[in-house]
């Protein structure tokens, strides 16, 4: 949903490239040449110094399966999916809090559908529960707990932003 994903990223992802960024080396059906530099590296989703006992933000097979869509890398559709999602979840994040003050729960439903599947593909499965819950919620027309729900999605969809971001950086 949302999100051009034109070839503005092009010259971002040649400059890396040439610069050498990181070498992925994958085992299994997704082996690649040694020679393989992607953009975006799916097998770390986190940053480096972050807390080896805490749950990934994004799920590492979720980014893989995304990966295998594009074998050789030469398509950038990782890149190009995770910059789509970007976009998408910080407008979607502000559009939730401006709803959630004017209590517009038709509008905070609709972010939480949208944003429910988008989440999943990119891995960010805890962002997909919260929205589940608060879709459900919704549905049921059951407002108490919504808020505590949506302080919840809030915080992990910021989470979720901020290791996407790390995924994307030069």
Known sequence: PGGGTGDATAAPAA?????????????GP??????YH??????????????????AVLDAAALQRLQALDPSGENRV???????????LERMLGQASAAQASGDHATVRHVAH????SSASVGALR????CSEIEHRLRRDE???????LHGLQSEGWRVLAAVRRMLAP
């Open 15 to 27: 400059e890396a490239a040439r610069a050498g960024a990181d070498r992925v080396t994958y085992s």
């Open 30 to 35: 997704l082996q690649r040449p040694a020679s």
């Open 38 to 55: 992607p953009r975006v590296n799916p097998l770390q989703p986190s940053a480096p110094d972050a807390d080896a006992s805490a749950p």
């Open 78 to 88: 990782v890149e190009r999916v995770l910059r789509a999602f970007e976009g998408s």
């Open 114 to 117: 949208t944003l429910k599947s």
């Open 127 to 130: 962002l997909s529960q919260h």
């Open 143 to 149: 407002s108490a707990g919504v808020e505590a729900s």
